[in-house]
């Protein structure tokens, strides 16, 4: 990575408003504070869902992604998991925009970065199921990579920490 890059990235990290959409600009969103965590997924379900190499996720708390425009569609998807999920998409153009995981909370999206107007906002703050990635994706040295799953008291910040136990303090049962 150039030192710019590096730069910008850091810029970047101090943003509290970031926006995005859709691809036919019917869907656009604000989401009003960094996420809590952003992960690359490569698990074998998430190549096969997003039709690449891996789903680049940052997990928000819903009321933290405002829709400024449009509307979405929730389509009940299944998972690896076997509870499935639900993904909102543009009614017009059907690009994910985020999803729900039924394992995690109703109050938690996963914002796919790459719907927004500045993905580079967002890079991966670990990588998982990297077993696996496919053998041409290079992996950068300073990002935590795992075989499977993570342990968030291992990986996640205190503060992002703190605001998953508030939510779950807000939303009892909806875990």
């Known amino acids: 990575m150039s030192p710019n890059s590096r730069v910008k990235m850091k810029e970047n990290a101090q ?9 036919c600009r019917h869907v656009r969103y604000r989401v009003t504070s960094k996420p809590m965590f952003v992960h690359g997924c490569h698990c ?6 997003t039709g690449s190499a891996f789903a680049h996720n940052a997990l928000i708390e819903c ?5 400024l ?9 299944p998972s690896q998991s076997g509870k499935g999920q639900m993904i909102a998409r543009c009614p017009k153009c059907h690009i994910a925009l985020w999803s729900h995981y039924a394992q995690a909370s109703k109050a ?21 199921f990297v077993a696996s990635k496919q053998p041409w994706v290079s992996l ?29 303090h807000r939303n009892p049962g909806k875990q």
């Open 15 to 23: 943003e509290t408003s970031f926006e995005g959409g859709c691809g």
């Open 44 to 49: 074998r379900w998430c190549q096969r869902e």
């Open 63 to 67: 009321e933290r992604v405002q829709l």
């Open 69 to 77: 425009q449009g509307d979405v569609v929730l389509v009940d998807t």
């Open 108 to 128: 938690i999206c996963f914002l796919r970065v790459g719907t927004l107007d500045n993905p580079d906002a967002m890079p991966p703050d670990i990588h998982i």
């Open 140 to 168: 950068p040295a300073d990002v935590p990579a795992v075989p499977g799953y993570y342990k968030m008291s291992e990986h996640w910040p205190e503060e992002s920490i703190e605001r998953r136990a508030a939510l779950r």
